[in-house]
């Protein structure tokens, strides 16, 4: 053994006595560490809106943010509703009991708005009449006929509170953007959060010394937190069951509505994961150890491992968000396998008649240097994900790996240490070899690894020139890979968002949001009609835009007020909803919507008449169909505008589409980083080159046959199927350590590389089985989960890794026959 070993073998060693001697003194250091971090578990929180994908710092949050701070949220909470008849009054007092049952009940929103108080703008003689549609409440025929007319004659209600064919009308509810401020335990209400926003303003009204005397509290605006977000679903549901009927019929749609539901199935699944991880593990531990302390130790290594996380992650204040919601089961699965290793040469040494202490020793001494290696390659494959441009992700980057790393630790200093203090019964076996003892308990599954190893020695060039048609194959099915991130479908069919959002979409022409700011740069820029028509022709432009499952279904801005007020102010004729072509006019015009008591301008264009916005209704879909709308949208405004103002693109689509772009980049940058990593460590576990090079090929030919079979079959790699590569190389790679790190001590001794091979797989490849049992039955558990997305996670990871344990006992094999020639025993890291 070289010298390295040796140094390893020692220190090993060495540490091996310390946890024999002072077993319980390193327990208790151990609890009180985990008691520590176990104390902080219950702070750790959960988000999971589209937002908390992205670092506070990307520039497409950055500016998301600050178009929330001046219009507010575009995430609204849309109720459909398809009553008999729309305007009956039985069915009118309903919408009114449930509209003030809205905005009495449901907290932190800004503001709900239905036909009970949609704004109407009329003109008498020369005032300006700013009032809800139904301040008068119709009492008869004829004024329910009039408020029909009204209402069907107002285009802003199309496809926004009315569907086309008036069968449908809404209540849509806006939370507020901010939350309380900070020391106060009340939410803003919308009022106040409008005069948190606008009093800034207000000094300039004020003298010098007015503004020298003037107290400036700080104000710490926070953005509406997650759960009270969830206080506002919550309670609309409550109340939406108080009032769902047969004549009442409602539908719940908007992006709050889908992130809620969401965060339910991953609240759901990750308690069903770590239940079913806990018993198929267990049940695995039992048949190869049938003992159970080779069931209860392990598996309390690994639990201690995840509550430390956990824990840690609480103090950092880093939330579990959609993708690390795999991180509970991950760890179980992946923690484990240190301890069987340790486990399985502990119990067979106990069984021979030796010591506990003597039997730890010898473990640890044999089993301690690939263990480390191990879980640095694993966690070195879990570290490329810190590049990541998702935030989450790169969270997992960060945390898997230290998992991983305690769970390494805990596996050879808590596991030890728990041996020697917990009695445990010896069934002595005289001395007897181990050819012997797995002649007489192992004899079968022995047979038919032999019989492997037999075929991969005797053909590695058919397997050779198989696996070489299988990776083009692949590579070709690979090519076929597209990016999606579609919330919506990662539900079953039954589930009621799901059915709602469709509902919504096709009767109201969209639930979801694009936001265009046009900035003119310049105060009472948009008093000018030059502006203003090209913004209204844009809109006319933009409702007849489709492609494919794309289309905008409403389309609205401040010059839609500005025809408004122009029609009231001509006797509310029709032809007169256009925009005046005098600057002065629609100066005047906008200042007298201002008297008429109305702050509605204040949700389409800011208080210097300098930032308009412009609102596109979209229909929820997979965020990659709304790339081609997207440039379109650029490409058209600025052509139209050109120098005379800055545009800028955002809302919740533009967030959306966002994650497609981070997706790429993380994936390309993260299977880099792992494939470099774990090349050069494995060059360092081979001390040399070549082997080291080559056997990164049994590693990557499975992740490619997976990315492959994807393709084939028309999948996509979202939030969590990205993440399989990185995953399964730093896996995998841990089988061929153990393979390699045995096949070079065979070689060194015999000098032929097919006896070699023979050995290696008569020794390890029960454990190898074993452990990539465990590991994919580990992410085979989601594949019970509630969501599409979890479900083919588990599925297509689990089966990277069956595929690479068949090449690891057929591919691996082959290649070292082929690769390394028979000659005298010497070390492999003279070559």
Known sequence: MPAEGHNTTSYFDSSARIVCRYPKIILGIIFLFTSVLLAQVPNLKMETATEALFYENDPVLLKYREFQAQ??????IVIAINPPEVFDLKFLNRLKDFHNALEKEVPHIKEVTSLINARSTEGKEDELIVEDLMEDWP????????????????PLYENSLLSKDARFTTVVIEP????????????????????????FDEEDDLSESELEEKPEPPVERQQLSEVEINEIVETVEKVIKDYQGPDFPLYMGGAPIIDYVVKANMQRDMGLFMNLSLVIIGVFLF?????LSGVILPLLVVICSLVCTFGLMAIAGVPVKVPTQILPSFLLAVGVGDSVHVLTIFYRHFRLGYSKNESILYAMSHSGGAIIMTSVTTAGGLASFISSDIAPIADLGIFAPIGVMLAM?????????????????????????????????????????????DFSISNPKRIMVIS????????????????????????PEEQRVRGDTRVIDENLRGSNSLEVLV??????????????????KLAEYMENYQSGKVYVGHASSVSDQLKEIHQALNENRKEFRVIADNRNLVAQEFLMFENSGSDDLEDVVDKQFSLARFTMKLPVLDAVEYTELIEHVEDKFNETFGDAAKITVTGIVAILMRTITAMSSSMVKSYLIAFVVIAVLMIFVMKNIRLGIFSMI?????????????GWCGLSLDAFTLLIGSIAIGLVVDDTIHFMHNFTKYYEKSGDPREAVHHTLQTTGRAVLFTSLILSSGFFIFMFASMSNLFNFGFLTGFTILTALLAEFTLTPALMVLIVKKERPQSIGEK
């Open 287 to 291: 048949i190869l150890f049938r003992r």
């Open 71 to 76: 219009f507010g949220r575009d995430d609204l």
């Open 409 to 453: 630790l805990f596996s050879v200093v808590m596991l030890p240490a728990l041996l020697i203090v917990l009695p445990l019964h010896q069934e002595k076996i005289l001395k007897e070899s181990d050819e012997k003892i797995n002649k007489k308990k192992r004899e079968k599954l022995d047979k038919i690894i032999t019989r492997i190893a």
């Open 698 to 710: 049994p590693n990557l030919l499975p992740i490619i046959i997976t990315l492959g079979m994807m």
């Open 519 to 536: 900035d003119t740069e310049k105060e009472n820029g948009w008093y000018e009609p030059d502006l203003l028509i090209k913004l209204d």
């Open 468 to 491: 070489f048609l299988l990776l083009i194959f692949s590579i070709a099915g690979a090519f076929k890979l597209g990016f999606s991130y579609a919330p919506l479908t990662w539900f």
């Open 176 to 199: 507020l953007n901010f939350s309380s401020p900070v020391g106060s335990s009340q939410s803003l209400t919308g009022e106040q959060e409008m005069d948190l926003l606008s009093g």
């Open 139 to 154: 009492e008869d025929a004829n004024a329910l006929a009039d408020l029909k007319r009204r209402a069907l004659a107002n």
